[in-house]
């Protein structure tokens, strides 16, 4: 099931307090809505009630969609600072619901999904894009490094993501999209072959193995050294 707390949260931008429900869960199957809303770039947004600035918290909930085979842990971009023990939680997290640490119906619904992790709002919304078009997530991140590499005229800048937008047919839609606004800065079009052949191509099975060891399928972890977890 979904829940949700309601919580008094500052308007970023005048700092006044504004009550809104705050999700720690979300479940796509019986609440498809959260899950358009979600896609939609709508989930949890919220006009002040004084200065009417449209605001939203960062992501920090669970999200279930028995469906399209995918758990994800939605944490705040904050915290890709430490995703190396971030992992960790999350892993825990998916045993305790549905992993080896769950009861036996709830084992019987996780041997279908796919766990991952991920920070801040267009990484989850690109792992549900993922997921909804059938799509490798692994081949998705090593497409992404193609693109780096062979591509010119990309966007690198700090607090933007090359991020997979939408997959229509054959084409895939990416888009450079700043993280803490959610603006497009500049989008392109890949055809779905290029993820067929770096999913099957034995050239990058190397760069596969190495984004798909644990929950966090992201190239962010090539460029981000983890810091320290403080005891």
């Known amino acids: 099931m979904s829940m949700f707390t309601t919580l008094s949260v500052a308007c970023p931008n005048c700092g006044t307090a504004n009550e809104m429900d705050i999700f720690q869960s979300v479940n796509a199957d019986r609440r498809p809505d959260l899950k358009t809303a979600i ?14 600035t449209e605001f939203r918290p960062e992501p920090d909930f669970n999200y279930l969609d028995g469906k399209a085979g995918i758990w994800i842990s939605a944490r705040p971009i904050a915290a890709l600072a430490q995703w190396d023990a971030e992992i ?58 193609v693109v780096l590499q062979t591509r010119p005229g ?16 054959d084409q895939l839609t990416f888009g450079w999209i700043t993280v803490a606004s959610d603006e497009i800065l500049q989008r392109f079009v890949a055809q779905r072959a290029l993820h067929d052949a770096v999913r099957d191509g034995e050239d990058w099975a190397q760069t596969r193995t190495d984004l798909s060891g644990d929950l966090f399928v992201d190239i962010q972890r090539n460029f981000i050294v983890p810091e320290p977890v403080e005891v």
């Open 154 to 169: 990309n966007i690198l800048q700090a607090g933007a993501e090359l991020r997979l937008i939408d997959a229509a047919g």
């Open 88 to 145: 960790a939680k999350a892993a825990d997290d998916f045993a305790l619901a549905y992993g080896d640490k769950a009861g036996e119906a709830a084992r019987d619904i996780g041997r279908a999904l796919k766990a991952r992790l991920t920070f801040g709002w267009p990484a989850v919304r690109e792992k549900i894009v993922i997921a909804d078009a059938g799509l490798d997530d692994v081949a998705i991140e090593t497409v992404k490094l």
């Open 39 to 52: 896609l939609e770039q709508r989930f949890q947004v919220k006009p002040c009630s004084s200065c009417a």
